[in-house]
């Protein structure tokens, strides 16, 4: 039997409220590097960001197409990365068509893992109010010898853990992986990797963990059981929580619909998109870039009444299939061509997983202070309430679109 490469591919996201902080970044991951480097990191970076919120939108319409009314939630940008990574052992066709399917296409693959590094650099922070991780792991079997290049290019430049695992004992090397997941994840995945086919040599693990306060808290006092209107006029009861306070907001007439700005602690924001009744389709279908950009722009800052379920969502997919909605499908096959990871063993990915975890609520980090309270204007309140189908991004200050989401049901079913 020919070795097959199995690639895992997880995100998981908690996302939490409370306080006020301002963003600080950590100086040890610069020490090393030049200012005409940070430079040319920052701006691959820009191109990264919008090349990937680009790949998310399309990839979303896909998704949507196929379950109009089911919940979305995924990481675009965790999905691009793991695949970036990917790519430095892939040449030929193989190599093109992951290009082409992720918008990499016309950059050159030194920016592209370059502007990869620096966003990982500059995302994996933490503080008592915000813990952001990233990260990548190769689990090899010890019969596999893959290219010395292959394996510095990846701890170099993607900071991807090497760890030797028996592939003949299939059962203990899904636990070590899984525990290995658990870990990255403070538990909040445990069982990512279900089986693993015979015959696999190498799994990529790729993890994304956030859980953050939000700027300006919800009073769980305020949070009172509500209708949550889904498709075809039923409902769902949901708790519902509430906030007045300062927010960019607008309203796009052309789309009928709210955007509304929310931010989290330092450089992590969420823009919610409630379209009006019936118009989510005419939404969806224009969700873009340009779209985007519009919707940053229309924004204006007022006084806001805002009403936001409490959620618990996961979302799992099947790589294979959702990447052959962007034309991404010879990595899977055995004409693949992954030589540059090792030329002497014909290799495949064999296994794909994206998994995703939305927590939102009211409760921030466990005995953190809350935010003081905010001054405003003397206006009457926007009312904006999130009581039926609505979109959800997650941006760092770059654009760069960590998490989509499409809430149809608060309640997780």
């Known amino acids: 039997m020919n070795p097959t490469l199995g690639l895992g591919l997880l995100l998981a996201g908690l996302l939490t409220v409370e306080g006020l902080l301002k963003p600080s970044f950590s100086p040890k991951n610069y020490e090393a590097v030049s200012q005409d480097q940070a430079w040319k990191g920052r701006r691959a970076a820009q191109e990264i960001a919008k090349r990937n919120a680009d ?8 998704l949507s197409s196929n379950s109009p009314d089911k919940n979305i939630f995924f990481s675009p940008w965790s ?9 430095i052992g892939a040449q030929d066709s193989t190599l093109a068509e992951i290009k082409q399917g992720f918008n990499f296409q016309n950059m050159q693959e030194k920016d592209l893992h370059e502007g990869f590094h620096y966003l990982i650099q500059r995302l994996n922070q933490e503080n008592q109010d915000r813990k952001l991780g990233v990260g990548n792991a190769l689990f090899i079997d010890q019969k596999l010898k893959p290219l010395k290049k292959f394996l510095t290019d990846v701890k170099n430049l993607y900071e991807a ?7 003949q004992n299939l059962e203990d090397a899904q636990n070590r992986i899984n525990d290995y997941v658990s870990q990255k994840t403070h538990r909040k995945i ?4 279900k089986n693993i086919d015979p015959g696999t040599v190498m799994i990529l693990i790729n993890y994304v963990f956030f859980r953050a306060r939000w700027q300006h808290e919800f009073d769980p006092k305020s949070t009172k059981e509500e209708d949550f209107i889904l498709d075809r006029n039923k409902a769902v009861k949901v708790p519902m ?6 927010y960019e907001v607008g309203h796009d007439d052309q789309l009928s619909c709210t955007v509304l700005e929310m931010p989290y602690q330092g450089n992590i924001t969420a823009i919610f998109v409630l379209p009006d009744e019936g118009k989510m389709k005419n939404v969806e279908e224009a969700l873009g870039l340009d779209t985007f950009f519009r919707w940053k722009e229309l924004l204006s800052r007022r006084v806001v009444d805002v009403f936001v379920p409490r959620l618990s969502i996961t979302g799992s997919y099947d790589l294979k299939k959702m990447l052959s909605y962007v034309g991404v499908t010879k990595i899977f096959e055995e004409r693949g061509d992954l030589t540059r990871i090792s030329p002497y063993e014909n290799l495949k990915v064999s296994e794909a997983v994206h998994q995703a975890t939305l927590k939102m609520d009211e409760k921030g980090t466990e005995g953190a202070a809350g935010s003081g309270a905010q001054t405003l204007p003397m206006e009457a309140p926007l009312r904006v309430k999130m009581n039926r189908s ?3 991004l997650i941006l760092e200050r770059l654009n760069n679109l960590l998490f989509l989401a499409k809430i149809a049901n608060p309640s997780g079913k």
């Open 390 to 392: 609505f979109l959800l």
């Open 241 to 246: 929580m509430f906030h007045g306070g300062m």
């Open 161 to 167: 853990d090497t760890v030797p695992t028996n592939f």
């Open 190 to 193: 445990n069982d990512l990797v």
């Open 55 to 62: 790949f998310g939108f399309k990839l979303y319409k896909k």
């Open 79 to 87: 999905i691009a990365m793991a695949f970036s990574m990917l790519s």
